[in-house]
């Protein structure tokens, strides 16, 4: 039978002769994924760099310098985790790409996404982030308040979706490694469960069968620091059990 790194090797080695749009033809080497197939996160790029499209590796170049800094700061290894490119090759003179060129490329992401199944996907700047939101049937903000999307966690389906800023915007300098790492750090909270789960109502009211999965996977096992519950314990103030992570409050749990 046919395993999980048996699918995604046979993938390595079509996209290294791909040949299925222009691309093909200024490249000088397509750029298959690299990492673990039980990978519980996906990185998704945009297109592989200068030194990347020399050496046919992932984040080799000033990009992977900032990405290995990044992963340090939150105690996370290149192999645990899952990294791929929207697209396969080198973008000419790193210009933006075509949708044509997007649409075509989605063969590998779709099989990519199929095989090693991960619980996040974490897209990297703003073409990765909205080929993820269209792909899920998300809604596409205005490209203005795009940056708003970045350390925000949404949830689609199995999948819970990350978007954070490209390691070159610090390369590039229109941001700095504080802010990127700033931003960085919610990736290390959203593979944690909150502290305070087990005693939390909200997991009573999800095992009673009054509240919906997209709360846990959201909050007590997403993004918990921005859970209205948890500031409130954490700073000992009181709040209802029937308030919700958002900071509502549902009259309808008892």
Known sequence: METVEDKLQELKKKVQTCRLCRLSETRIRAVPPEGSPDARIMIIAQAPGREENQQ?????????????????????????????????????NCRKPRQDEIDTCNVYIDQEIEHVNPEILVPLGYHPTKHLLKKFNL???????????????MVAGRYKILPLRHPATVVHQSANFQKLEKNYQKLKVVTQTCKWHEVCPVKYFYDQGKLSKDWIDRYCKGDWESCERYRMEEHNIPHSDNMLPDGTIDHNLK
């Open 56 to 92: 046919g590796k992932m984040f080799v170049g000033p990009s992977g310098d900032v990405l290995n800094r990044l992963f340090a700061s939150i105690g996370l290894k290149r192999e645990d985790v899952y990294m791929t490119n929207m697209l396969k090759c080198f973008l000419p």
């Open 139 to 153: 809604e596409i903000p205005n490209r203005n308040h795009f940056p708003d999307l970045f350390g925000k966690l």
